[in-house]
């Protein structure tokens, strides 16, 4: 019976990642502490897997975390060294233009800080801040400044938005083993976590167009938008754990199964608008601009939500990984992942990660020092591509761990 029950889990898992998903942080947890769904143990199960905390027991202080992640979805770094200051051509031109998806380009950064953990046992507590910004630029905005536009051909600029956020995090975390035998251990989890929110800046609606005629130039711009400067939420994370034989581990985490910040505090809307008055060559340009911005009423964000899903093999002096992420409601499909651990040197663990997947290709390298009680953590890596020069953003991070 236990070993049905394993070999339908492990084919439940091997299932998504066939299927893969689509998020970022899988590269930067494995890089910076080689951290999987299917593989983590100490503190950092509070985070990724809360039912691994069951299966290894223990007590440590994280005494200080940073990472930080930047990207875009198009431009790489080798379409930027050729482009910048250079003279394009048509050709070069519409390459770079191909390169822009439908949806327009997107902008992202993620900056997060753990001020203080501490896990013993079944349990772990942690504080930690985060800062989300996203942004997207029409793809009709390149095409009009790569391309150029005809007499009488509009452009609009209607789907450009963005949103900022700035919350700090105080979690709960707790394993709860559910099954123990002689080759098979099986855990639950869960992860509760208060919200605490400082900023947040939403843009609502924005439209944006231009015109040109034989009269001369003509266009238009618009954005509305809210802003808070203060709020509270909550979030819950629910996890699986299954060891077999101690070498087998396969998990599964759904993050922000429930998740949002009601802001309350300093709510402003605002509106923005610009015209350009009638251009032709050689006349002076002109700008009609205005903006009001009123008390709103309180709102509430919504925290994305993300599925995991790993395999782990944990052999004498290597850790292999397998992982899947999807971020639910996101059209561009599953991200997976695949990492390796050498643990041959006593005290020195260096490891590697590969992503791959629509938008989730990636490379991440890691270093883990121990010093006593001390270990020090420190990662690179790139996304959007396998190869350096064309990366489409970067990732780095580093921490400290006390383990008594």
Same mark, same amino acid.
Do not use: C
């Given at each position: 019976?236990?070993?049905?029950?394993?070999?339908?889990?492990?084919?439940?898992?091997?299932?998504?990642?066939?299927?893969?998903?689509?998020?970022?942080?899988?590269?930067?947890?494995?890089? #910076? $502490? +080689?951290?999987?769904?299917?593989?983590? @143990? =100490? *503190?950092? !199960?509070? &985070?990724?897997? /809360?039912?691994?905390?069951?299966?290894?027991?223990?007590?440590?202080?994280?005494?200080?975390?940073?990472?930080?992640?930047?990207?875009?979805?198009?431009?790489?770094?080798?379409?930027?060294?050729?482009?910048?200051?250079?003279?394009?051509?048509?050709?070069?031109?519409?390459?770079?233009?191909?390169?822009?998806?439908?949806?327009?380009?997107?902008?992202?950064?993620? #900056? $997060? +800080?753990?001020?203080?953990?501490?896990? @013993? =046992? *079944?349990? !772990?507590? &942690?504080?930690? /801040?985060?800062?989300?910004?996203?942004?997207?630029?029409?793809?009709?905005?390149?095409?009009?400044?790569?391309?150029?536009?005809?007499?009488?051909?509009?452009?609009?600029?209607?789907?450009?938005?963005?949103?900022?956020?700035?919350?700090?995090?105080?979690?709960?975390?707790?394993?709860?083993?559910?099954?123990?035998?002689?080759?098979?251990?099986?855990?639950?989890?869960?992860? +509760?976590?208060?919200?605490?929110?400082?900023?947040?800046?939403?843009?609502?609606?924005?439209?944006?167009?231009?015109?040109?005629?034989?009269?001369?130039?003509?266009?238009s711009a618009e954005a509305s938008y809210r802003s808070a400067r203060g709020g509270s939420g909550q979030a819950l994370d629910l996890s699986l754990a299954i060891q077999w034989k101690s070498q087998w581990s396969i998990g599964a985490t759904l993050e922000n199964a429930?998740?949002?910040?009601?802001?309350?505090?300093?709510?402003?809307?605002?509106?923005?608008?610009?015209?350009m008055e009638r251009w032709r060559l050689g006349d002076d340009l002109e700008f009609a601009a205005s903006d009001s911005i009123f008390a709103g009423e309180a709102y509430t964000s919504e925290l994305p939500r993300d599925i995991r899903a790993g395999l782990a093999w944990q052999g004498k002096s290597l850790l292999l990984v397998l992982e899947t992420e999807d971020r639910l409601g996101d059209s561009r499909g599953p991200?997976?992942?695949?990492?390796?651990?050498?643990?041959?040197?006593?005290?020195?663990?260096?490891?590697?990660?590969?992503?791959?997947?629509?938008?989730?290709?990636?490379?991440?390298?890691?270093?883990?020092?121990?010093?006593?009680?001390?270990?020090?953590?420190?990662?690179?890596?790139?996304?959007?591509?396998?190869?350096?020069?064309?990366?489409?953003?970067?990732?780095?991070?580093?921490?400290?761990?006390?383990?008594?």
């Amino acid at each position: 019976m236990i070993r049905r029950v394993f070999r339908i889990a492990m084919v439940f898992i091997l299932f998504l990642l066939a299927t893969s998903a689509s998020a970022a942080s899988m590269l930067s947890e494995w890089g #910076l $502490s +080689a951290s999987s769904t299917a593989h983590v @143990r =100490g *503190f950092d !199960a509070a &985070g990724r897997n /809360a039912a691994s905390l069951a299966l290894d027991l223990g007590w440590q202080i994280s005494l200080a975390s940073v990472s930080a992640d930047l990207g875009n979805n198009a431009l790489s770094l080798a379409r930027y060294n050729a482009s910048s200051g250079a003279d394009l051509n048509e050709e070069q031109k519409r390459e770079i233009l191909q390169e822009i998806p439908e949806e327009g380009w997107a902008l992202g950064a993620d #900056l $997060s +800080a753990g001020v203080l953990g501490i896990r @013993r =046992g *079944f349990l !772990a507590l &942690g504080l930690s /801040a985060e800062a989300d910004v996203r942004g997207n630029l029409d793809r009709d905005f390149f095409d009009l400044v790569l391309m150029g536009n005809d007499v009488e051909e509009p452009f609009d600029f209607g789907d450009s938005g963005g949103e900022a956020s700035l919350y700090a995090s105080a979690d709960l975390a707790l394993g709860l083993p559910v099954y123990r035998g002689r080759r098979l251990q099986a855990a639950l989890g869960v992860r +509760a976590r208060y919200l605490q929110g400082f900023y947040h800046l939403q843009i609502l609606d924005t439209e944006g167009a231009l015109l040109s005629g034989e009269e001369g130039l003509e266009g238009s711009a618009e954005a509305s938008y809210r802003s808070a400067r203060g709020g509270s939420g909550q979030a819950l994370d629910l996890s699986l754990a299954i060891q077999w034989k101690s070498q087998w581990s396969i998990g599964a985490t759904l993050e922000n199964a429930i998740a949002s910040i009601h802001w309350d505090q300093e709510v402003e809307e605002g509106f923005w608008e610009i015209e350009m008055e009638r251009w032709r060559l050689g006349d002076d340009l002109e700008f009609a601009a205005s903006d009001s911005i009123f008390a709103g009423e309180a709102y509430t964000s919504e925290l994305p939500r993300d599925i995991r899903a790993g395999l782990a093999w944990q052999g004498k002096s290597l850790l292999l990984v397998l992982e899947t992420e999807d971020r639910l409601g996101d059209s561009r499909g599953p991200v997976g992942m695949m990492g390796v651990e050498w643990q041959r040197i006593r005290g020195l663990r260096p490891r590697i990660g590969l992503g791959f997947g629509k938008g989730g290709e990636g490379l991440s390298a890691g270093l883990g020092l121990r010093l006593g009680a001390l270990t020090l953590d420190t990662f690179a890596g790139i996304q959007g591509a396998w190869s350096p020069s064309q990366t489409r953003g970067l990732k780095l991070g580093a921490r400290f761990l006390l383990n008594l």
